[in-house]
């Protein structure tokens, strides 16, 4: 079992920028792929990021891709998102995962084991 804790989101101006965090409960966090997906208002949540288990892969949605950059750090338990030049249409609860199988599975097929409560990412226009 993983337990997930997702921090960092608020209100930030269309330009900005948010580094997003997520904590991970458990000694087999380096086991699995990680990563972000979000649900805007109204919409079907959605794939934004990705890395494989020792950080040397990673897989962005085109939505975010040059804008967005997902870390980890397995001697911390955490994943991040650093999020830069954020425009309105990024306004979502941004939801931490923990992969089934690989990152690019996750990405491809949203295969994910277990997920955070989220954290919502407000930008004003």
């Known amino acids: 079992q993983v337990q997930l804790v997702e921090s960092g989101g608020g209100l930030v101006q269309a330009g900005g920028s948010l580094r997003l965090s997520c904590a991970a409960s458990?000694?087999?966090?380096?086991?699995?792929?990680m990563g972000w997906f979000r649900q805007a208002p109204g919409k079907e949540r959605e794939f934004a990021a990705a890395?494989?288990?020792?950080?040397?892969?990673?897989y962005y949605a085109d939505s975010v891709k040059g804008r967005f950059t997902i870390s980890r750090d397995n001697a911390k338990n955490t994943v991040y998102l650093q999020m830069n030049s954020l425009k309105p249409e990024d306004t979502a609860v941004y939801y931490c995962?923990?992969?089934?199988?690989?990152?690019?599975?996750?990405?491809?097929?949203?295969?994910?084991?277990?997920w955070g409560k989220g954290t919502l990412v407000t930008v004003s226009s």
């Open positions: 995962a923990a992969g089934v199988t690989t990152a690019q599975a996750m990405a491809n097929y949203g295969a994910v084991n277990y």
């Open positions: 458990g000694r087999t966090f380096s086991s699995y792929p």
């Open positions: 890395i494989s288990r020792t950080g040397g892969t990673t």
